[in-house]
């Protein structure tokens, strides 16, 4: 079923390698079932984290190895996964202190502009017409023969150029660009920022980040770094890595996609996954 259509409530099924659409509760029994779920991009670890009956489930989670029936608890803008997009929408929406600073400039600045374009429309349409006759005519020829009013539309045409070229536009709008481009950055790279511009700031003068654990530290996804075979065992490690993909060819698993993706790399020339190394362990 459409997930936009899912209430809190209803009993739901999810397939291996499908995403849990919603939070929820598994269901109590056997019915529930048990399985390891994908939750790196709620912690950022690659390792499953086992599933039992009684255990929530959040949106965006990956199921493996088995299916799971599940209740939801929390949809739409309720679940976990609006809340964290919320989170950014509210860091895009905050000020950071120069920008409070470039909006003060900036309104006061627009007045000197206006300023400015008035008066440059008032010396073209009088005085600069008569002291450079010739610019005007080299400015608007078509106006100057056709006899209209050459200087007032030299006059219009400038004063439209200052407004246009010392607009404070781009020192308004440098600062709210810079903060959301780096919180939807961040966002797409699992980095949620609280406190927009102001935290961006501050990071600008960091020189050292201190984490809790190392597990949160990685990519998201298991890798395959080497192969160790036996050696005489008459099987290369090119060989042991091929095989093993291919074993792994109709498998939906974290660990089945890191076989193969290591199999696909070692036989491109250009990729930078290791070479295999010969190993008298297995």
């Not at 700031?201 to 192969?227: I, M, Q, S």
């Amino acid at each position: 079923v459409p997930t936009p259509t899912i209430r809190p409530g209803d009993v739901l099924r999810v397939l291996p390698g499908e995403r849990v659409p919603v939070d929820g509760l598994i269901c109590a029994g056997a019915g529930g079932g048990s399985a390891a779920v994908d939750e790196s991009m709620l912690t950022g670890e690659a390792a499953l984290v086992p599933k039992r009956p009684g255990d929530r489930l959040t949106a965006g989670t990956v199921v493996y190895e088995a299916p799971l029936t599940f209740t939801a608890t929390s949809t739409g803008a309720d679940s976990t996964l609006a809340g964290i997009a919320r989170l950014v929408a509210d860091a895009q929406a905050l000020e950071a202190p120069v920008q409070r600073l470039a909006d003060a400039v900036s309104g006061r600045f627009c007045y000197g502009v206006m300023a400015a374009s008035a008066a440059t429309l008032a010396f073209w349409a009088t005085a600069g017409a008569a002291l450079w006759p010739g610019a005007v005519a080299a400015a608007l020829p078509s106006a100057a023969a056709a006899g209209g009013h050459p200087a007032l539309l030299l006059g219009v045409k400038l004063a439209i150029d200052v407004l246009v070229v010392a607009c404070p536009c781009a020192l308004g709008l440098a600062t709210p660009t810079a903060v959301l481009v780096a919180t939807s950055l961040g966002a797409t790279q699992g980095l949620l920022l609280r406190g927009g511009g102001a935290v961006l700031e501050r990071l600008a003068a960091l020189d050292t980040v201190v984490f809790d654990k190392t597990g949160t530290l990685t990519a998201g996804v298991p890798a395959l770094l080497g192969v160790d075979v036996a050696t005489g065992a008459g099987w290369s490690p090119e060989d042991v890595l091929a095989a093993a993909a291919a074993a792994e060819a109709g498998a939906v698993h974290p660990l089945a996609d890191a076989v193969r993706t290591a199999a696909a790399a070692a036989s491109s020339p250009s990729s930078s996954f290791p070479a295999p190394t010969a190993h008298t362990t297995v």
